[in-house]
């Protein structure tokens, strides 16, 4: 047996794993600024859900998406993204109905079997919000604020917001039957994929990361009803007064298929060509098309694995123990047991080797943990209820501290 990951699957280590979860934290602080409600929903659904909500001609459900018969014989997928099984979970608990506003966010791996390369996983992970019932242009212009908030807190620099409409179903089937004109007689310069897929879906093309970008210059554009103009109008009035910038961009078009209206992606020119660091938008029609309630809804998804990219060269806090116990004689080990929770009890981080070890090579470990203060039991400190206390990362003598009073003085010395 080989100890290695599956290509595309990686381990978290720290100090990577600390960042992300200084990430998650800093989102659910903003969260709850904005009165959002943690969802916790299952990685495993009913394939058929990805493939009706996320879009059967999609790449995530066409190609990406890790699907399999259980063995109670039902057709499963490992969620590629959230949205769908967040909007069935709406569905199934009557969410809408709580009194609150239905807002929330979910934390979590998603998996999608793309080709592997620096920013592009098989397993990363989303932070993702989703408000589900509002149409008011408002409720866009809180999400997309929201998240910037979310990046400006973390100290995220050099992101862009790239913003566009895709109108109303009725916008998009007029402009729906005009591009597939355009495109079915231009049917040899595309490539194979969408050859195959203009058909039931054209607007996927434009998104194609072959044919999008001689199309996004040449094809017709989407023009929208006098609603959906207002509606994105706007959206990007309250904007500006949030103080968000953003380019609105003509070839925004997301690669799912249950977008509407509003449609966004903030990009970081620092992450090379995997640099999406989110994106979402409006899906009014979604939770009615699943069986729901008409409920507009906007929502986004933020990749962890992207924002650790671009945060992972600024300073961390140090999360190395402040404290180190050492028991140099046999018998002071349950005495240097009992200083260890009186430390953590006090609020200080405290670690340890193994107090069965000599004194040298305990010192040693003390040394490689990055602890500030050595804390020292031995014979001489049992008979007298004391504890040595020695700096380790500056220069000082060893003092001798009463036992109670240890975690204390150790607390005054940080914060010093
Ligand atoms: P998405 O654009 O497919 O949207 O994914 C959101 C973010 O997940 C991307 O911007 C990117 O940062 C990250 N991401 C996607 N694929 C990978 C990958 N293979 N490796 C690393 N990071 C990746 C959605 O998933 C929608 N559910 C978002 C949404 C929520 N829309 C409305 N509500």
């Not at 993204?81 to 069935?88: A, L």
Request: proline share 6%.
């Amino acid at each position: 047996m080989s100890a290695r990951s599956l290509r595309g699957f990686r381990d978290l280590l720290p100090p990577e794993s600390e960042l992300f979860a200084r990430i998650e934290a800093r989102a659910r602080e903003v969260f709850s600024l904005y009165g959002y409600q943690e969802l916790r929903i299952p990685t495993i659904e009913m394939k058929e859900l990805f493939v009706k909500s996320t879009g059967d001609t999609t790449d995530i459900v066409e190609k990406e998406m890790y699907a399999f018969t259980d063995g109670g014989g039902r057709e499963v997928a490992v969620r590629p993204e959230g949205t769908p099984g967040m909007v069935r979970a709406y569905i199934e608990h009557n969410l809408g109905q709580t009194g609150r506003n239905s807002k929330f966010f979910y934390i979590g791996s998603m998996f999608r079997a793309e080709r592997p390369q620096a920013g592009r996983y098989r397993e990363f992970e989303q932070i993702d919000a989703e408000y589900i019932g509002n149409p008011a242009p408002a409720a866009d212009a809180e999400t997309i604020s929201m998240l910037l908030d979310l990046l400006g807190r973390l100290g995220v620099e050099g992101c862009s917001v790239e913003l566009n409409s895709l109108g109303c179903a009725e916008c998009r089937r007029n402009y729906r039957t005009t591009l597939l004109d355009y495109l079915r007689a231009r049917r040899e310069r595309l490539c194979e994929p969408c050859q195959g897929r203009i058909e039931r879906n054209p607007l996927r093309a434009l998104d194609c990361k072959t044919d999008g970008p001689w199309l996004s210059g040449e094809a017709p554009k989407l023009q929208l009803c006098p609603d959906c103009a207002a509606h994105f109008a706007d959206t990007q009035r309250l904007l500006g007064l949030a103080g968000v910038p953003y380019n609105v961009n003509p070839n925004l078009v997301r690669g799912l298929d249950y977008y509407s209206r509003t449609v966004f992606e903030v990009r970081s020119t620092l992450l090379g060509s995997q640099d999406a660091v989110a994106g979402g938008g409006r899906y009014d029609d979604l939770v009615k098309s699943m069986g729901g309630p008409a409920a507009p809804a906007i929502g986004w998804g933020m990749g962890v694995d992207r924002l650790a990219m671009l945060l992972k060269d600024k300073p961390q806090p140090d999360t190395a123990p402040k404290t180190f116990v050492i028991a140099a004689a046999k018998e002071a080990g349950d005495r240097a047991f009992e200083l260890l929770a009186a430390l953590r009890a006090a609020g200080v981080s405290a670690d340890f080797s193994n107090f069965a070890l000599s004194l040298r090579s305990q010192m040693r470990s003390a040394d490689k943990s990055g602890a500030a203060y050595a804390l020292i039991v031995g014979e001489d400190e049992l008979k007298a209820g004391t504890a040595a206390l020695k700096p380790l990362k500056a220069p000082g003598e060893q003092t001798a501290v009463p036992f109670a009073e240890a975690p204390a003085r150790v607390k005054q010395l940080l914060g010093a």
